[in-house]
């Protein structure tokens, strides 16, 4: 399916979404641009380590809320965008952490109301987040413990290197969340660099982490994660991180974003120079 479709399909204004990936490693930047592009407006989005996917949707306003541990640009600073918004207050935070977020997937995957976490009792939790509560094991073991709402995504976006044509996707390397991101989603989005066949994914290393039962479509990108990395085919690209930081974000939409096929944004940011630079 086209990216395009995909996007304008199954990702509608005011959804949660879940972004795969951590920090610069496996973003779905393509899908953050296209969103961009159509629009998408009051989206609340869910990822475990954010960096230039959520900074990028803020500055293009299309987020109204972000859940998640951390969002920075790692080496580079602070994410200047997501920054400014919620020093603003134009931008929701629900502040997690790694065990709330994983949590709280797998809750709504499992079909229940919320996971026992122990490990935030004596924190600042619960004075900003009201939806967090503490209390005791029901079962009369006297054990405290904090419970953590599910997180009910209605779409999940996930960047891998391979998948077949019905919908297995293929992770080479750390998962992170995105497997419990595509069980707990409406609907899922895999963006692969390449389509190959069910037969070779049951000899890939990891084989399916994402089956094809989870799901919705399935969009052929190649650097769709640019200028994150997806391993084992190239790394970040830092130049064009450190260009995005130095740009006005509406100079940076004009000539990376809009009107702007997945050929014509690999030229602007250096063509095959940049290809040559990242590859693994």
Aim: glycine residues 8%; charged residues 25%; hydrophobic residues 40%.
């Amino acid at each position: 399916m086209p990216l395009r479709e995909a996007i304008s399909t199954y990702v509608q204004d005011g959804d949660l979404v879940g972004l795969g990936g951590l920090s610069f490693w496996r973003k779905p930047i393509s899908a953050c641009r296209e969103i961009i592009r159509q629009e998408k407006k009051n989206l609340s989005a869910c990822t475990f380590v954010g960096g230039i996917d959520i900074d990028m949707l803020i500055a293009g306003g299309c987020i109204s809320e972000v859940r998640s541990c951390f969002v920075g640009m790692e080496t580079f600073g602070m994410a200047p965008h997501y920054r400014k918004a919620v020093e603003s207050g134009k931008v929701k935070i629900s502040e997690e952490s790694e065990a709330t977020i994983a949590l709280g997937l797998r809750a709504s995957y499992l079909k229940t109301p919320f996971m026992p976490l122990k490990g935030i009792i004596g924190t600042d939790f619960p004075k900003v987040r009201d939806d967090i509560k503490q209390i005791e094991d029901p079962l009369g073991s006297g054990t405290q413990v904090m419970a953590v709402p599910k997180i009910d995504l209605d779409v999940a976006i996930l960047h891998v290197p391979y998948a077949d044509e019905i919908g297995n996707g293929n992770i080479a390397g750390a998962v992170w969340m995105d497997d419990d991101m595509a069980k707990t989603a409406k609907k899922t989005i895999i963006i692969c660099e390449k389509l190959v066949e069910t037969e070779d994914i049951r000899y890939l290393p990891g084989k399916a982490q994402l089956p094809m039962q989870t799901t919705t479509a399935v969009v052929k990108s190649p650097f769709g994660a640019h200028p994150t990395s997806c391993y084992p085919i190239y790394t970040f690209d830092p130049l064009h991180i450190q260009e995005y930081l130095k740009m006005d974000f509406e100079d940076y939409k004009n000539k990376f974003i809009i009107d702007k096929t997945p050929v014509q944004y690999l030229e602007q940011t250096g063509g095959i120079q940049t290809i040559f630079n990242i590859l693994l």
